[in-house]
């Protein structure tokens, strides 16, 4: 029964490949850090999420082994039959502080998050308005739910106010946005989201997995950045990137919209609790973040320094203050050759093209780093220039 399967789907791949759409998967032989070991060479990481620098944090590590010796290794069980610890509600407590949100609920993963929160809460009665360049576990979420789609052009607050205006008939009305859009590192305009949210009666859902941590004054994210955090109504989150680096994710908002999740959201109710040793190493990162900004300083310099350089050298980056920068290359196959000869350079970077991105837009993703130094950084911009000379030859 299978060979006509495995036919279509060694077909399927080999167009992949020959498209020169073939994710490959490159071993990082040890720790997730500022350089890493791969295929026997260390090299600079600047692909990874790892914001803040504290995937290899001592303190996280410490909080980690700690738990395993106190807590175990798993729960081997959902939340609700015998899979809560006092770690957990700990957590939940943390991340409502930190947020500033009335309560917050824990999944195994942020998609999960997203995956769980739309059906739980609308039905065919009631609307949700998507950005258009929204995160793929959105819009998965918003695929499970009864509720009417409705998408707006990326960050367009004229074509939003369009489909409030389409929507007005229905129940509820939930706009739903990343916080931050990974492939360029644009900001939704969360201010005029919440203005056009009061003025139309909508509700506001935010995915702020690519912020959180470091978006924001004191790294509380974009609802902090753009003084929202009282409109945002569910705000959700992963502990996979600034906040630690393992996995884990959260939805955090009104108390009562928290409340049926846990009683109704699938991927909360049929899905392992979080490991006791990664929320415990995830209390850990909140405590460090709320005894210093010096990472935040130290991640917006990187930041900095990398833009300004790049851009004194010719290269076109999109624009922007995110740690997600953009090196604009255009066609996908020379996107492609500009990062292996960057990887040759002890440079770990990846080319994304279509249809990742769209046709014509391939780009070289490089993300920032607090693990990063000032010297890790004009090394790689002067990799980027030595590469560019190669592929001109």
Known sequence: MYGAMRDDLKAGLAEIREAGLYKGERVIQGPQRASVSVAGGDVLNFCANNYLGLADHPELIKAAQEALDRWGFGMASVRFICGTQQPHKELEAKLSEFLGTEDTILYSSCFDANAGLFETLLTDQDVIISDELNHASIIDGVRLCKAKRMRYRNRDVADLEARLKEASGARYRMIATDGVFSMDGYLAPLDEICELAERYDALVMVDDSHAVGFTGPTGRGTPE???????????????GKALGGASGGYTSGRAEIVE?????????LFSNSLAPSITAAALATLELLGSSSELLTK??????????RM???????????HPIIPVMIGDAAKAGKMAD????????????????????????RTQMSAAHSADDVNRAVDAFVTARSMMDE
């Not at 950045?225 to 502990?239: C, E, I, N």
């Not at 991640?299 to 300004?308: I, P, W, Y």
């Not at 960057?342 to 070289?364: E, M």
Request: net charge positive; aromatic share 10%.
């Open 341 to 364: 000869l960057l990887l040759d350079q002890g440079i770990y970077v990846v080319g994304f093209s279509y249809p990742v991105v769209p046709h014509g837009k391939a780009r070289i």
């Open 311 to 321: 851009t004194e050298a010719g290269f076109d980056l999109l624009p922007g203050e």
């Open 225 to 239: 950045l753009f003084g929202v955090q009282d409109k945002v109504d569910v705000l959700t989150g992963t502990l």
């Open 299 to 308: 991640l917006r310099a990187n930041t900095e320094l990398f833009r300004r």
């Open 260 to 268: 049926m999740l846990r009683q109704r959201s699938r991927p909360y």
